[in-house]
């Protein structure tokens, strides 16, 4: 019988809570399912005594981004190079800037679940939840609990799954808004087809049943995802982008989203219908509201961040011959001059006139972008035929 070794992996940049990641362990035990590893790809610090509770439950292993020793040695031990590992592992926008690029930091979890003997490696974000939002009317809401493992692994351990996962129920993770020329913003940041819910939806996302709709996807979530490791030779590694403007270094989004493309067609992605609960806020069931700095500031880095994910997207979209943009970039571009200036004036905020700037650099650095990526995807090969070896 295949081994069913299973881990938990998440990425924070302190691990100085509880929450969620016990409600995950205690949700396991609930079902009995047995979870070999907690794998925390980390920043900055760890709080001892939250460490130390998460110890009790199950084993933690923790991975200091940009300061692995033990994924470097492991690797080393397998028989990479030092500059392939520096490909998979490196931080060069660490020290300077104190970032890591979304897809890197996945990395430092998939690597390290291959070093423990992991088959199955289970993703959750620090602000997801193994529940489901069923109501929400006049301040009543209300929950119901799933089995998270159970739920993934029905499917999972089919032959041909390479990996499953499902959206969200909540929030949006950005503010119902409305204002002059929202369209073209959106559309400067290939996001329009969510122009009619940004506008004109304030209510969280709920879901009264589960696991009904079970559907083939190329679209995975990361904050909800779970991996076969034993198709390892299918699995690639996580990839995204980041941009230097004005002495600030920005992450694209959307590390999840480039996945899908790489597997679509080597085995199937299942949309397994389990849309859990995303406290992307953190204050819950308080609505939110566009007018508050934090909120303003995330609609901003997630302008951003689209931006800077959106030129290797298209490319690595036709690559593989799926649906592209439609628009043309410079469409795009004009779009955004007219929606960037107005939520700039809109808003009182200045940084919203750098993302036309954003949006060139980023097309501009595409080649740079996409070599790195086919450094990646190369040295990533040879792990795996030095996997194949053992």
Known sequence: MKNERKAFGIITKNLNHLKPINSFLDNAKKYGHKVEHLIVSYEDEIDPSVLSSLQRKCQ??????????????????????????????????????????YGTSRNYVLIAALMLGINYLMFFDTDIYPKILTEFTDEKYSFIDIDFIGSHMKYLIE?????????????????????????????????????????SVDTPVTRNMHSKNIFDTQKALGGNMALDLSKIDIIPPFFSTNLILDEECFLGRGEDTLFGP?????????????????????????????????????????????????????????????????????????????GSGSAAEYFNDERFLKLPRAFKLAYKKLDDDIKHYEDLMFAWKKLRRLLNKE
């Open 60 to 101: 933690v292993t923790t991975v200091k981004r940009g300061n692995a020793p033990k994924l470097n040695s492991f690797l080393l031990e397998l028989g990479l190079a030092k500059e392939d590992i520096k490909i998979i592992l490196g931080t060069p926008n660490k020290e300077k800037y104190g970032l890591v690029a």
């Open 159 to 199: 032959n041909d799954v390479i990996l499953t996962t499902s959206d969200y129920t909540g929030y949006y993770i950005i503010p119902k808004m409305n204002f002059p020329y929202l369209m073209e913003l959106l559309r400067g940041v290939q996001k329009e087809d969510r122009f009619y819910y940004i506008s």
């Open 262 to 338: 790489e597997v679509h067609g080597l085995g199937r992605c299942v949309d397994i219908d389990l849309l859990i609960f995303h406290n992307c806020f953190g204050d819950f069931p308080n609505k939110p509201e566009i007018t508050k700095q934090k909120n303003l500031d995330r609609f901003y880095y997630a302008c951003m961040g689209w931006l800077i994910r959106n030129p290797f997207f298209n490319w690595i979209r036709n690559k593989y011959a799926l649906a592209a943009e439609e628009i043309n970039i410079e469409q795009r571009y004009e779009s955004l001059l007219i």
